[in-house]
């Protein structure tokens, strides 16, 4: 079945990194778009990065960019959020999320919605 | 990237129609049809209900409906039923993100 897993989390100090990988079955990886999607304790979602089906193409909130890189290996099947420089406020349930089948190259990125969530892995930044 | 404007809360007895508004501005919900709606119980992930404004995704219950009108989308849950109590999320393309979600609501079923 059309599966999403989150791996990587854990606790970590203020200013260090961490990556966080999603692996993906059940459909073809390769052909949708991929987003990261967070909640912080108690908290709404808040959209985190996009990235389009064949990599060259990354879009990053404000409150990540420069920080937090999104990547993606279509032979692993599996997503990618490279996480440095982290503060307390980074810290969250991070889920990642697959588009339903919008655009996104180099013109610009037209998601439409998530479709398919994995269960999320947390993130905390705590020293 | 000001998240779209929902009410924090909002309840309804079994068997009612409770309505969600989502309210942004033309560069988001007003200016495109990426309008979708998330449910999420406690503890679980976010689940999709509704997709480009008012299409429902297969297997969600057709008593979930949405619409908008200008600046403002809108999830309308009819014949309302426990299982429904959760958080409700909306969400839009933007064109400064691209993507943004709004604030949540939680709907108590009384």
């Known amino acids: 079945q059309v599966q999403l897993v989150e791996s990587g989390g854990g606790v970590v100090q203020p200013g260090r990194s961490l990556r966080l990988s999603c692996a993906a079955s059940?459909?073809?990886?390769?052909?949708?778009?991929m987003h990261w999607v967070r909640q912080a304790p108690g908290k709404g979602l808040e959209w985190v990065s996009v990235i389009s089906y064949h990599g060259s193409n990354k879009y990053s909130a404000d409150s990540v960019k420069g920080r937090f890189t999104i990547s993606r290996d279509n032979s692993k099947n599996t997503l990618y959020l490279q996480m440095n420089s982290l503060r307390a406020e980074d810290t969250a349930v991070y889920y990642c999320a697959r588009d339903l089948g919008g655009y996104c190259g180099g013109d610009g990125c037209y998601p439409r919605g998530m479709d398919v969530w994995g269960q999320g892995t947390t993130v905390t930044v705590s020293s | 990237q000001s998240a779209l404007t929902q009410p924090a809360s909002v309840s309804g007895s079994p068997g009612q129609s409770i309505t969600i508004s989502c309210t942004g501005t033309?560069?988001?919900?007003?200016?495109?049809?990426?309008v979708s709606w998330y449910q999420q119980h406690p503890g679980k992930a976010p689940k999709l209900m509704i997709y480009d404004v008012s299409n429902r995704p297969s297997g969600v219950s057709n008593r979930f409906s949405g619409s908008k009108s200008g600046n403002t989308a809108s999830l309308t849950i009819s014949g309302l039923q426990a299982e429904d109590e959760a958080d409700y999320y909306c969400?839009?393309?933007?064109?400064?993100?691209?993507?943004?979600f709004g604030g949540g609501t939680k709907l108590t079923v009384l």
């Open positions: 969400s839009s393309y933007t064109s400064s993100s691209p993507w943004v």
């Open positions: 033309s560069s988001d919900v007003g200016g495109y049809n990426y």
């Open positions: 059940g459909f073809t990886f390769s052909a949708y778009t």
